[in-house]
């Protein structure tokens, strides 16, 4: 049993260490630090891109609230990309007044190539554009996001995310673990780190790329089921950070269903466990070679996502295997065992109540969401087990329970807080 004993110690070291470092980081969210100064002052051009797959229930919405953007309306222009649609997408978003490019292409049908399939004809054109911004048909945009990140043009960020909320965080405990996920996620990852220096990630959607960049690298180059996460990775990757735009802000619209949930976050941990398996070992010799934060930085994200869930999973048997081999005592066994549930089953609830906190977000609404977090956050843990041994890459489209205007979530937000 001493081998066991040694390797358990070596985990409890490890797992310690590791969340030890994000805890220190995370703290760097608390700092509230000078806004950088402008390198120039210019109203940038913009796409506003929209891959679409079947949305004729939103895509009106979201060419709406893009319309409505407080900027001057000659220096955008909205694109929605119909990919492989059966349904009325195309021509409601054309309605809308979007310009409308139809994808038709069966064995190819990710994100990530219809962006790099509309962006290389982008190219080809010279499109007179300073940058992308990207989002997903059912989003709805606060009226000053691209405000926002032509700001940060002109602070010289080149790739930055902007802050991905909730349309319906109060649906269901569903909803809600979205939304306590990513407020946590925005404020203790992202934002933390973009103070320290370091790198946020992509988020999906809500995000921003200098135009330049693209041209760079001739398109948009993923071929994973996270091309949000691959792309930053790739850029990491150069040594190059990204930014983060608090007040650019994206109102996304998460499953009401257990089953799109598990579908959707299982086909997440699948597009994790590709870059892992593509870039962990890239990401190791750029840290080694170049010696950088943002290098190490991104290379603990890759191993702090499904290797540190197996080394956890490996600390956990151990205390059974030794307790089995009477090497150690009931009484131990249940600490050791309460030392994980803890942290993973209520600390997150309790984290996530201080970030709404410090962010000034309405609390009461959200306390049913609190309670069932764990849940959430337990059938993730299920889904990682389960995509360790079945990766299905199937995707499957998100049911949109109910059409949401921007202005009705502006309605909303201003109820909340009146609670």
């Known amino acids: ?184 996620m925005h404020r203790f990852y992202h934002l933390a780190r973009y103070n320290l220096g370091l790198s946020p990630l992509l988020n999906g959607t809500g995000f921003m790329v200098k135009f330049d960049i693209i041209k760079e690298n001739n398109g948009w180059k993923t071929v994973t089921l996270t091309e949000d996460i691959e792309f930053s990775l790739q850029r990491i990757l150069k040594g190059k950070r990204l930014g983060w735009a608090t007040d650019a802000i994206v109102y996304d619209e998460q499953p009401t269903g257990f089953k799109q949930s598990w579908s959707q976050r299982s086909r997440w941990t699948v597009g994790h466990m590709q870059c892992i398996k593509e870039y962990t070992g890239k990401l190791a010799e750029a840290a080694k070679e170049n010696k950088t934060m943002v290098n190490f930085d991104g290379l603990l994200y890759i191993v702090g996502s499904i290797p540190m869930f197996i080394l956890t999973i490996i600390l956990l048997l151990s205390n059974f295997v030794l307790y089995a081999g009477e090497g150690m005592t009931q009484i131990e066994l249940i600490s050791n065992i309460l030392k994980y549930l803890i942290p993973t089953f209520v600390l997150p609830s309790l984290t996530a109540a201080f970030v709404m906190f410090l962010d000034g977000k309405p609390i009461k609404p959200m306390i049913k969401g609190f309670f069932t977090y764990p849940l959430f956050m337990g059938s993730w843990i299920l889904i990682n087990i389960k995509c360790l041994f079945k990766r299905d890459t199937k995707w499957e489209k998100i049911n949109h329970v109910r059409s949401i205007r921007i202005d009705e979530v502006d309605e909303n937000v201003k109820e909340v807080e009146k609670v």
Not at 115 to 132: G, M, R, V
Not at 139 to 168: H, P, S, T, W
Request: hydrophobic share 40%; net charge negative; glycine share 2%.
């Open 1 to 184: 049993m001493d081998y066991v004993y040694i390797l358990r110690e070596a985990l409890v070291w490890i797992v310690t260490i590791f969340w030890l470092y994000q805890f220190i980081i995370s703290l760097c969210s608390l700092v509230k630090l000078k806004e950088k100064p402008l390198k120039e002052n210019k109203e940038h051009r913009f796409m506003a891109i929209i891959p679409a797959h079947n949305e004729q229930e939103v895509i009106e919405n979201l060419v709406e609230s893009l319309k409505n953007q407080n900027y001057n309306k000659e220096l955008y222009d909205i694109y929605v990309i119909a990919d492989n649609c059966t349904d009325n997408t195309a021509r409601v978003a054309r309605n809308a007044g979007a310009i409308v490019y139809e994808r038709y292409d069966e064995t190819k049908k990710t994100k990530g190539y219809a962006l790099d399939w509309f962006l290389q004809q982008k190219i080809k054109e010279d499109a007179p554009y300073d940058a992308i911004c990207v989002f997903d048909a059912d989003n709805i945009v606060d009226k000053n996001f691209l405000k926002a990140m032509n700001k940060k043009l002109c602070q010289g960020e080149e790739v930055v995310q902007g802050y991905r909320d909730i349309k319906n965080p109060t649906d269901n405990w569903i909803t809600s673990g979205y939304a306590l996920f990513y407020w946590t």
